[in-house]
């Protein structure tokens, strides 16, 4: 993860299976002093990303986000970065969850008057330090997995809202079967944010590409630009530009 020493990453990496070590254990594991681990453990609190207990810590995410988040961590950011470029001052736009299209919250440093719409979770931190970001967190039900707000009342509150743009990511996504998900529910929230937007910008990295999820949530067709990085294939690039989609490749 950026911004993670070495031995901060084994730490997360030790705690992804959703349960509890202790201070000595990975005092042991590590071959570092109770000392030590005691201070990487309270500055990874710090940042959010585990939770302590006395002599204890375990992951403040569900296993499977945190596995998300440590896979292909540079494409992401590259992606993020060249995503967040394309708003400008005074924008009002849309996030969908994902950690990808999170991570767009950290880029939109020196932008002014930003206001976003989001049903994600992980993006409150970024408001946190930026006085020129406005969030609006739609309400449901919270889901761990997808640190995600879904739901009729996620749906219902959206439908109040028009943007220039939303950021959307995906489980998977092929010429033929579009972008599709794991999860109903999250399909459900990617349409309508789509629907509220003037333009729909896809931010993926190119493990995605291929990939054929349970549920569909739209054509390709539907997205206006593919953000990703140099790994899709340079075939796929063309077919998808010649479905009428700006593709940018970091």
């Known amino acids: ?24 254990a990975l005092s042991e594991t590590l071959g570092v002093s109770s000392v030590t681990i005691r201070s990487d453990l309270k500055a990874l609190e710090a940042k959010g990303i585990i939770l302590r207990s006395r002599g204890a810590a375990m992951s403040a995410y569900h296993p499977l986000l945190v596995e998300k988040q440590s896979s ?7 992606i993020a970065k060249a995503a967040a470029s394309l708003v400008h001052d005074g924008d009002r736009i849309m996030i969908t969850n994902g950690t990808t299209s999170a991570l767009i919250g950290r880029y939109l440093l ?23 970001l406005s969030l609006t967190m739609v309400g449901g039900e919270f889901r761990p997995s997808a640190e995600a707000l879904v739901g009729p009342a996620a749906l219902k509150q959206l439908q109040e809202y028009h943007v220039a743009l939303t950021f959307t990511g995906t489980d998977g996504f092929t010429k033929d079967h579009g972008l599709t998900t794991h999860l109903m529910e999250n ?32 054509p390709l067709s539907e997205i206006d630009v593919l953000i990703t990085d140099k790994g899709l294939p340079q075939d ?9 989609i700006e593709v940018v490749v970091v």
Request: charged share 25%; proline share 3%; hydrophobic share 40%.
């Open 110 to 132: 020196g932008k002014r008057d930003i206001q976003i719409v989001s049903n994600s979770t992980l993006l409150p931190p970024y408001a946190r330090i930026n006085p020129n």
């Open 72 to 78: 292909h961590v540079e494409a992401k950011e590259a």
């Open 236 to 244: 796929a690039i063309e077919e998808i530009r010649a479905m009428g």
């Open 187 to 218: 399909a459900e929230i990617v349409r309508q944010m789509c629907r509220q937007a003037t333009k729909r910008i896809l931010v993926t990295d190119s493990s995605k590409y291929g990939r054929q999820g349970f549920v569909k949530i739209l």
């Open 1 to 24: 993860m950026v911004g993670l020493s070495g031995r901060e990453e084994r730490i997360v990496e030790l705690l992804q299976d959703g349960g509890e070590l202790s201070v000595s």
